[in-house]
């Protein structure tokens, strides 16, 4: 029962960013969080995350992981937040990328286990063909493609061994086929290694929608459905709403909850119609009954092994060194630093002669 607001002088100004919103990550499962803009998605990814941009919002509700208060602390020992900007080196190729976070995440294990987790991932991620080049930022530095670039932010944040990962618009500005391999990499991975995956997702196609286990909308902050992917339109259409044939259900779900596209009192009607069903009541009950949710791994089960604090000065200095030595913006600005210099130290030099030169003359006289 989460709610966020912006605080202002009286009640009346207070700006609700959030509502009573409950739901449960399974460990597994995908859970996408659907909605338009402005319902609040990103706003409850960093109250899953702990995040700073909470700082100076009113806030209630508890977030739980396993029957514990989930803070900032333990959340960075059991998960990991992907933003929607991808914060990589640009001059840094893949694979030194993945050693880099192996190293920083897993720095007290073995030299032979950080290369091969790394090597590992790489290929999880389908990355092996692009190890050697450089990540690139679009701009100064070409590098890999957008998708693989996605792909090795989320490899980053795997590189922690998370029991739940979070994720903001992990498809944004993605091509169709490159954001459906993204969830599906997503879907595998939670199903294998047994993770609880939580992403936001910016009108996915009908492909993506069918990979979602569990589904959560969003509407001016507020909970629409949240359950069970493949049951959400049998429960829109209990409310009267029928998605078209051959429609996408995630289309027909923005258009009846965005309250930019459709009136205010119908998207009331639908959160005010989830508050009272019986599978909000259910989903209440699961979300307090912690021991009979999802079996995600114990806590003790979920320490990660970070780097100490000499071994982080050690990576980051290396890492900054390797960034300005293959920074094009510098490798530019040598050649004409070095001829300014040289300038510099003629002229100098000059006026030394010509000085001595005046010395000279002055005292032949």
């Known amino acids: 029962d989460v709610s966020v607001a912006v605080p202002g002088r009286c009640r009346r100004l207070r700006i609700e960013l959030l509502r009573g919103v409950s739901t449960e990550i399974h460990c597994g499962r995908l859970l996408a969080i659907l909605g338009g803009s402005g319902a609040g998605k990103t706003t409850l990814l960093n109250v899953l995350a702990q995040g700073q941009l909470l700082q100076g919002l009113s806030r209630s509700g508890e977030v739980t992981f396993n029957g514990r208060t989930l803070d900032q602390q333990l959340f960075q020992e059991v998960g990991s937040y992907v933003e929607q900007v991808d914060t990589l080196w640009p001059t840094m190729t893949v694979g030194e990328t993945l050693r880099f976070a192996a190293g920083l995440y897993q720095g007290r294990a073995s030299r032979e286990w950080r290369k091969a987790k790394a090597e590992a991932m790489l290929q999880e991620m389908g990355l092996t063909g692009c190890r050697k080049v450089v990540v ?60 609880g995956v939580v992403c936001t997702i910016h009108q996915p196609s009908s492909y993506t929608f069918r990979r979602f286990q ?152």
């Open 214 to 365: 569990q589904l959560l909308v969003l509407a001016a902050g507020r909970v629409c459905y949240s359950g069970a992917a493949c049951d959400a339109l049998e429960h829109f259409e209990s409310l009267g709403l029928t998605c078209e044939p051959g429609l996408n259900p995630a289309e027909f779900i923005l258009r009846r909850t965005n309250p930019d596209f459709c009136s205010a009192e119908q998207v009331m009607h639908l959160c005010d119609a989830w508050k009272a069903s019986q599978k909000a009541a259910t989903e209440a009950v699961d979300a307090c009954g912690m021991n009979r949710m999802c079996a995600l791994p114990s806590y003790k089960e979920c320490e990660w092994e970070g780097a100490g604090w000499a071994r982080q000065c050690r990576l980051l200095a290396k890492r900054a060194v390797v960034g300005h030595l293959r920074n094009p913006a510098v490798l530019a600005g040598r050649p004409e630093r070095f001829e300014l210099a040289l300038r510099k130290k003629l002229s100098a030099q000059r006026r030394r002669e010509s000085h001595g030169e005046l010395v000279g003359a002055i005292r032949d006289h």
């Open 136 to 195: 690139g930022d679009g701009v100064l530095v070409r590098g890999v493609s957008g998708g693989q670039r996605r792909r090795l932010s989320i490899a980053v944040g795997l590189m922690k061994r998370p029991s739940v990962l979070v994720l903001d618009e992990p498809t944004s500005g993605l091509d169709s086929a490159a954001a459906e391999a993204i969830v599906d990499l997503l879907a595998d991975y939670a199903a294998e290694h047994n993770i």
